[in-house]
């Protein structure tokens, strides 16, 4: 039993350290300027991203081509602007991250 625990936490803790991570490369490639993770700001929370995309098998592949190129017209007037700089590794990464949620 204490040896179950013992895995239990240190997976939460591992989970804990890549969602930080990640949070943390989407505030370095400038995600957070228009997302938050529970709320609207200029473009959707990234909860409602994954609650859109939940089930979807194609929407990591589709979150890295909008971070990449941009996108318009699937969440209101306000398109996203292309992220080119973002490596195509950090996109997956922000594209999975947000999926997660």
């Not at 490639?29 to 089930?55: I, L, N, R």
């Not at 209101?76 to 997956?92: I, L, W």
């Amino acid at each position: 039993m204490k040896a179950v625990v013992i895995a239990a936490a240190a997976a939460l803790a591992l989970t804990a350290g890549v969602a930080s991570a990640d949070q943390a490369l989407a505030q370095k490639s400038a995600c957070m300027s228009c997302h938050q993770v529970d709320k609207k700001v200029v473009g959707p929370s990234f909860k409602d991203v994954a609650k859109k995309y939940k089930g979807d098998a194609k929407a990591a592949e589709h979150i890295v081509g909008v971070i990449k190129k941009g996108g318009k017209g699937v969440w209101g007037a306000v398109p996203m602007p292309p992220h080119p700089q973002v490596s195509d590794a950090d996109a997956k990464k922000l594209a999975d991250w947000v999926l997660a949620m």
